[in-house]
């Protein structure tokens, strides 16, 4: 009676230990895609971005799907949010963990061919707010799609705690608050800036490199043949001198990467390029960026916006620069349409990317220190 007592006693312990496992990966699961799908979706413009660059160098028929990347951004987010939060508050648990074994099925084989042929350096999966490697993605939905098919097989496990009408509106609002955290990010700026250019900064000092600070560790390889037969040689065994080798070619690859300061290449270049970031980040007193990283996509009722806050400020010896990654015949055309009359600056648009998420955008500067920044929509 003892055996039989003390065996009922172990299966309810480990029916505990088990249900317990399947209740925190569901709350892991469900938290990793809430996060995930919210960075996105206060980001809506730079999860386009990454999607874009995604779809240039897949190429072919995904290289005509880049002009839809904002609309994909917001649909990714949304699903992400949807799917995270169905799960923690246990909302339509069947269909959903259907819908989290299939995005997974997609994504875990998708982000092992980025780990393999690495297209971009970062994967994009939590936005700016974390950044991992490709092969770290991988891993990590590695053990998201392990947890996911665990609770396809033990979902009679799982029970609701809401009535199938508030599941039903549940999943209705957390489509809504998915849009409604794009459309409000994208119209405005997102709600936490994550991005190296954020207000608080000083960009002089974020460019700053420390004297012990590690640098790129980079492996080269030579390929030189003999009598039809390649070889390679590392920098210490090449056959120097050895006029029956022949040199083919070489192969460069990055064994560890060094410290990369917070705010890097960044500079400003006027019209005969020369360099003026000093002149603007030393600038005394407040001094405005104007951010249109590309010209032939920038709002034209921002710039009109824009060029009244410039006849404002310009009598008053506030100065004000207009950064653009255009062309100067772009930048001519733009000028002729808008009748904006502010002058031009170059800097690179990957870079007024990272700056700000609008365009135009406005920066405000005091003494290299980001003491503002405003979509246009919010100039007034």
């Known amino acids: 009676m003892t055996t039989i007592q003390e065996n009922n006693k172990i299966n309810k312990a480990g029916q505990f230990a088990g249900n317990l496992f399947l209740q925190v990966g569901r709350i892991l699961f469900g938290a990793v895609f809430v996060f995930s799908g919210f960075v996105k979706a206060i980001d809506p413009l730079g999860s386009s971005y990454k999607i874009e660059d995604y779809l240039r160098n897949f190429g072919g028929f995904f290289d005509s799907m880049a002009d839809y990347a904002f609309l994909l951004a917001i649909a990714l987010s949304t699903v992400e949010l949807l799917i995270g939060l169905s799960f923690l508050f246990k909302v339509h648990l069947k269909l959903t963990t ?49 947890i996911i098919i665990l609770m396809q097989v033990y979902q009679s496990k799982f029970r609701p705690f809401l009535s199938p009408k508030v599941q039903h509106a549940g999943a209705i609002l957390f489509i809504f608050v998915g849009i409604g955290l794009s459309v409000y990010s994208y119209r405005h700026l997102p709600m936490i800036d994550f991005l190296p250019y954020k207000i608080g900064v000083n960009i002089p000092k974020a460019m700053v490199i420390p004297e012990n600070a590690l640098s790129d560790v980079y492996k080269t390889n030579f390929i030189y043949e003999k009598d039809g037969v390649q070889k390679e040689f590392t920098l210490e065994n090449y056959p120097k001198g050895d006029s029956s080798w022949v040199f083919v070619d070489q192969k460069t690859e990055l064994v560890s990467k060094g410290y990369k300061a917070p705010v890097h290449d960044f500079s400003i270049m006027n019209g005969q390029f020369d360099d003026i970031t000093q ?45 653009t990654g255009s062309s100067d015949a772009d930048v001519q055309k733009f000028k002729d349409k808008t009748d904006v009359t502010f002058p031009f600056w170059k800097t690179d648009p990957t870079t007024l990317k990272t700056m700000i998420r609008a365009n135009p955008g406005l920066v405000k500067l005091n003494k290299g220190t980001i003491t503002g920044k405003w979509n246009w929509r919010d100039f007034e």
């Open 98 to 146: 259907l819908l989290g074994l299939i995005f997974m099925s997609v994504m875990t084989p998708l982000t092992l061919y980025i780990a393999i042929k690495n297209p971009v350096i970062d994967c994009g999966c939590f936005g700016d707010a974390l950044v991992i490697s490709n092969w770290t993605t991988f891993f990590k939905n590695v053990v998201l799609i392990s």
């Open 279 to 323: 002149q603007v980040l030393n600038s005394a007193g407040d001094s405005y960026l104007f951010i249109m990283y590309d010209v032939n996509e920038t709002s034209i009722k921002g710039a009109q916006k824009a060029e009244m806050i410039y006849q404002k400020y310009l009598k008053t010896g506030v100065k004000i620069y207009a950064l």
